[in-house]
C-alpha cells in the first residue's frame, strides 16, 4: 500500500492525543510496539505482551511514558511499511529536508540458529535529503507508570572503537539502558556528534528522569538508537577491549576488538554498524521469507497479506499462543467505559486466527497452536469444561485491575489490565475451537489417538450442556464488589444481563457435535458415544429453528428468550454450514440486518452494528462504534447468499470494497469504527484482519467462480 501524507503537524502547539488509527505496529514474536505517525513509541510493554507497559502515552498523553523521535519545526509525515515486511517506515518532510525512522524489533533470518533473539527496540534515523532539526525523548514509565526509577548517563563499554555514554533506567523490577550508534554513510561526511542529557518531567507526573538529545542531521548522517533490558552478565574488565591493550599485546585494536567480541555474552554483543545493518537485514528477510510462503492468488492480495502480516504480530512464539490484540484499555467509544484488556489468548479469537491462516498456507502456525491448545485440554476445569481464555503462557489467572492514575485515551476511564470475563460461560467457543482443531488435521498435522481422547471428551461436554444458557460471544465484564454490594454504577447492571439461550451460542455448539461427527467418520476413529452425539446434533438443528426463529419478524433472533432484538453474531449461519446461505429463513434475517437502524436494521453507511445497545442489555451502557468483525461477516454472507442472488454479490464486493477504506495508512484495522469512520478499540485486533482474510478469499473466489 502506498504511503499517505498525513496532516501539518506543528511542534509547537501541546501534542495532544493521536488517533488510535494512526499508529503502526512492530513486533518479534514476542511482544509488540505501537509506532505513532509523528515517530513515538505509543505503547510498548517488555519483554512479553502481557507485561507490564514502559511506554503507554496512548493512554496518558503526559505521564504514560514515550520515545519519540519528532522534528522541532513544522512537518509532514508519511509512514509505511517496507514490501512484504513489518518493517516500519516514517518519513518526515518540509522544504528543507526530508528524515527517516525505521523501527523494528529484530528477528533472526529463518534457519539463522546462531545469534539468540536479541530484546532490543531499534530505532534508526537518517537524513535523506537537506536537514530538519529533530528532537529525542526516552521517558519510560516502569509498570503502567506506577514504579519510581533512577537515570544515569554512564560510559558504555560495548560500542566498537568509541568513547561514549550511555542511558541507564533502573526500577525495582526492571533495567533499561538506551545506547546509540552515529555514522556516516557517505564520504566526505563527519560522523554525527550525539549528547544524552538528562530531562525532568515530573512535572506532568514522571516518575523519574528522561533523557532527552537535538540531532541536527545533514545528508549521508545516521544514528540508531537502542534500547534494550539490560543484560543479566556483565562483561568482565578483561574482555573491554582499548588502544592501550592493544598496544600492550601488541596486536592492531581491530585485531583485538575481534577476538573480545567472540567471548562477549550472546545477549549482549558488542554494538557495531555492521551488527545494526544484519539485524536489520535478517528481520526484513525474515518477514519477507514468511509472507512467501502464501499460497492466496485471488483479488486484493495486497489487503490480505498485509493482514497475515499483522495476524502474525499477535502469535507468542514459546507457547505458540495467539493474543486477540498486542494493546489494552483502548476504548470502543471516545469517553466511554468499554476499555478492556486483550492481551491473552481468546478460544474463540485464536481459532479463527487459526483458520485464516491455514486459509493461506501457514501450517505451521496452526500445529504450534494445536499444541497451545491440547495443553490446556489435559488441565480442564473440574466440569470437564475449558476457560474462554487463557494468558498467553496457558495460565487461568487474569485477574482485572482498573488504573485511576492513567487518563485513559481521551479521557475514557477506567484504564484497565487483566480481564474479569475469563471466567465467564461462553459455550461458543467449543464450537469455534472444535472447527480449528477439524480443519488443523485435515491441512496440518493429524490427531493421535490421545488427542482424539481428549477432544472426544470436549464433545460429550458439549453434548451434555447443549441446553444450558450462557453469556455468549459479546458477554462483558463484571466486577464482583459491584454484585455482592448494591453499587448502583454501571457494572451493576450485568446483573440483570443474566445468562440467556443466545443463538450464537447453539449455533457453535451444533457446530462443536458435527465436526466431531465429521472427525470420527473421516479418520475412522472410535467413537462408542456416536449415536448420542447424532442425536444431540438434530435435537439442537430443530430448537435453533424453532425458538430463535421469530416468525412475525421473519428474522433469528439474538436468544430464544429476545427473538425479537436483532444481533449480527447470527451471520454466521452459512460461514459454518449450519445453513444453506440460500434458506429463505437467513435471507430474510440478512436482508432485515442491512437495514439501518431506522428502520429496524444493524447496517449504516455499510458498517455494521453488533446489535442496538438500547434493545440489548449487556450490562456495561455507553455508546459503541460499528463492529469491524460484523461487517466483514456481512461480507462473506452475502458473498455466499449471493451465488443465488446476483445483486446479494455486488453489495457484498461494494461493502467490502468500502471496508477497506476504513483500514489505517499501513492497511492496519481496529475493533471498531465511530460514525465518524474513525477507528475504535484496541489496535491492531486480530479478529477484524481474520473475518478480511475470510471474506476476501471466499468474495474472490466466488466472482471468479461466476465469470
Not at 594 to 614: A, F, Q
Not at 629 to 648: D, H, I, N, Q, S
Not at 672 to 683: K, Q, V
Request: hydrophobic fraction near 35%; proline fraction near 5%; include cysteine.
Amino acid at each position: 500500500m502506498p504511503p499517505i501524507i498525513m496532516n501539518v503537524q506543528n511542534p509547537s502547539v501541546e501534542r495532544d492525543y493521536i488517533p488510535i488509527s494512526d499508529h503502526g505496529l512492530i513486533g518479534n514474536l514476542r511482544t509488540a510496539a505501537l509506532i505513532s505517525v509523528d515517530g513515538s513509541v505509543e505503547s510498548y510493554c517488555i519483554p512479553n505482551f502481557d507485561s507490564p507497559s514502559v511506554f503507554a502515552r496512548i493512554l496518558d498523553k503526559h505521564k504514560g511514558g514515550h520515545f519519540s523521535i519528532t522534528p522541532t519545526v513544522p512537518f509532514t509525515t508519511k509512514q509505511n511499511y517496507l514490501p512484504s515486511s513489518n518493517v516500519l517506515q516514517t518519513k518526515f518532510l518540509n522544504d528543507k529536508g526530508v528524515v527517516s525512522v525505521t523501527d523494528f524489533l529484530p528477528r533472526q533470518a529463518n534457519g539463522d540458529t546462531n545469534r539468540p533473539l536479541l530484546f532490543w527496540l531499534i530505532r534508526r534515523v537518517e537524513v535523506i535529503r537537506g536537514t530538519i532539526p529533530l528532537r529525542v525523548e526516552c521517558a519510560p514509565a516502569f509498570n503502567y507508570a506506577r514504579d519510581k526509577h533512577t537515570t544515569e548517563i554512564v560510559p558504555d563499554d560495548g560500542v566498537q572503537f568509541c568513547k561514549q555514554n550511555k542511558v541507564l533506567f533502573k526500577s525495582d523490577n526492571l533495567d533499561l539502558d538506551l545506547r546509540f550508534v552515529a555514522e556516516s554513510t557517505l564520504e566526505n561526511v563527519s560522523t554525527p556528534e550525539v549528547e544524552l542529557d538528562l530531562l525532568d518531567l515530573s512535572a506532568e507526573g514522571h516518575l523519574g528522569p528522561a533523557t532527552y538529545c537535538n540531532l541536527s542531521l545533514e545528508e549521508g548522517q545516521r544514528v540508531t538508537f537502542i534500547l534494550r533490558i539490560c543484560p543479566e552478565e556483565t562483561v568482565p574488565q578483561q574482555l573491554r577491549p582499548s588502544q592501550q591493550r592493544a598496544d600492550e599485546f601488541g596486536v592492531p585494536l581491530a585485531k583485538l576488538v575481534a577476538s573480545a567480541a567472540k567471548m562477549r555474552p550472546k545477549d549482549d554483543p558488542l554494538l557495531t554498524n555492521e551488527l545494526l545493518d544484519h539485524l536489520f537485514v535478517s528481520t526484513n528477510s525474515y518477514w519477507n521469507s514468511w509472507i512467501r510462503k502464501s499460497t492466496y492468488q485471488g483479488s486484493w492480495k495486497e489487503a490480505v497479506h498485509r493482514s497475515a502480516l499483522a495476524l502474525k504480530l499477535l502469535i507468542y512464539e514459546p507457547t505458540g499462543a495467539v493474543v486477540a490484540s498486542p494493546t489494552f484499555s483502548l476504548p470502543e467509544y471516545i469517553g466511554g467505559t468499554r476499555n478492556w484488556d486483550y492481551r491473552a489468548s481468546w478460544i474463540r479469537d485464536s481459532s479463527f486466527t487459526l483458520y485464516a491462516l491455514i486459509r493461506l498456507g501457514f501450517t505451521q502456525e496452526a500445529n504450534a497452536y494445536m499444541d497451545f491448545i491440547f495443553e490446556r485440554l489435559k488441565n480442564k476445569n473440574p466440569d470437564g469444561s475449558l476457560q474462554i481464555m487463557y494468558t498467553i503462557h496457558g495460565g487461568k489467572d487474569l485477574e482485572e485491575i482498573e488504573f485511576n492514575h492513567l487518563d485513559g485515551h481521551k479521557g475514557s476511564k477506567p484504564v484497565r489490565i487483566g480481564n474479569g470475563a475469563a471466567d465467564h460461560v461462553q459455550l461458543d467457543i467449543y464450537g469455534e475451537l472444535m472447527d480449528c482443531i477439524y480443519l488443523g488435521q485435515k491441512f496440518g498435522r493429524p490427531l493421535s489417538y490421545d488427542t482424539w481422547v481428549l477432544v472426544r471428551e470436549l464433545v460429550d461436554f458439549v453434548v451434555a450442556n447443549y441446553k444450558e444458557p450462557d453469556l455468549s460471544i459479546w458477554s462483558v465484564r463484571v466486577r464482583k464488589k459491584c454484585v455482592k454490594s448494591k453499587c448502583l454504577c454501571e457494572y451493576r447492571r450485568e446483573v440483570r444481563g443474566k445468562k440467556r439461550h443466545f443463538t450464537y451460542s447453539k449455533i457453535m455448539l451444533w457446530v462443536a457435535i458435527d465436526r466431531g461427527l465429521r472427525l470420527a467418520e473421516k479418520r475412522s476413529m472410535p467413537c462408542p458415544r456416536r449415536n448420542e452425539w447424532l442425536a444431540a446434533r438434530d435435537d439442537l438443528y430443530e430448537e435453533i429453528m424453532h425458538k430463535a426463529w421469530n416468525p412475525t419478524l421473519q428474522v433469528f433472533g439474538q436468544s430464544y428468550e429476545e427473538t425479537d432484538v436483532l444481533d449480527s453474531s447470527v451471520l454466521i449461519m452459512p460461514l459454518v454450514f449450519f445453513m444453506t446461505p440460500s434458506d429463505p429463513r437467513f435471507v430474510s434475517t440478512l436482508k432485515q440486518i442491512m437495514k439501518t437502524p431506522e428502520r429496524g436494521g444493524l447496517t449504516s453507511n455499510n458498517l455494521v452494528y453488533r446489535y442496538d445497545v438500547n434493545k440489548s442489555d449487556d450490562g456495561v451502557g455507553g455508546e459503541e462504534g460499528t463492529f469491524c468483525l460484523c461487517t466483514l461477516w456481512c461480507v462473506e454472507a452475502l458473498t455466499r447468499a449471493g451465488e443465488f442472488e446476483r445483486p446479494l454479490l455486488q453489495q457484498a464486493t461494494t461493502m467490502f470494497e468500502e471496508f477497506l477504506l476504513y483500514s489505517n495508512h499501513v492497511g492496519l484495522c481496529t475493533e471498531e469504527i465511530s460514525e465518524a469512520g474513525d477507528g475504535l478499540g484496541n489496535a491492531v485486533q486480530g479478529f477484524t484482519h481474520v473475518t478480511l482474510i475470510s471474506a476476501a478469499y471466499n468474495l474472490s473466489r466466488t466472482l471468479a467462480a461466476m465469470k
